[in-house]
């Protein structure tokens, strides 16, 4: 069974960094795409970042030089980096392998 278990989230003041894990178990990780979604209050889902197997990324264009995603094979884990935060980060953020199978989510807060 395929589980996907996010951590790091947070309570952080604008300007400062996070970095959100999201370790998998039950699957062959390093065969798929992972990546980040976030969900603000009364908004929809939106991508943030994805990279895939082989490593390239992308991401938003409201994240972008701001957010870095990144994936340890050897850990099964997939990172997001998130530095220079505003309040407009302020969301619930869930992972996904290969958009098939989603985390739990991980909430952070920016704020003073």
């Known amino acids: 069974q395929v589980q996907l278990v996010e951590s790091g989230g947070g309570l952080v003041q604008p300007g400062g960094s996070l970095r959100l894990s999201c370790a998998a178990s039950?699957?062959?990780?390093?065969?798929?795409?992972m990546g980040w979604y976030r969900q603000a209050p009364g908004k929809q889902r939106e991508l943030v970042a994805h990279i895939t197997s082989r490593g390239d990324t992308h991401c938003a264009d409201s994240v972008k030089g701001r957010f870095t995603i990144s994936r340890d094979n050897a850990k099964n884990t997939a990172y997001l980096q998130m530095n220079s935060l505003k309040p407009e980060d302020t969301a619930v953020y869930y992972c996904?392998?290969?958009?098939?199978?989603w985390g739990q989510g991980t909430l952070v807060t920016v704020s003073e």
């Open positions: 996904h392998i290969n958009w098939e199978y």
């Open positions: 039950g699957t062959t990780f390093n065969a798929y795409t």
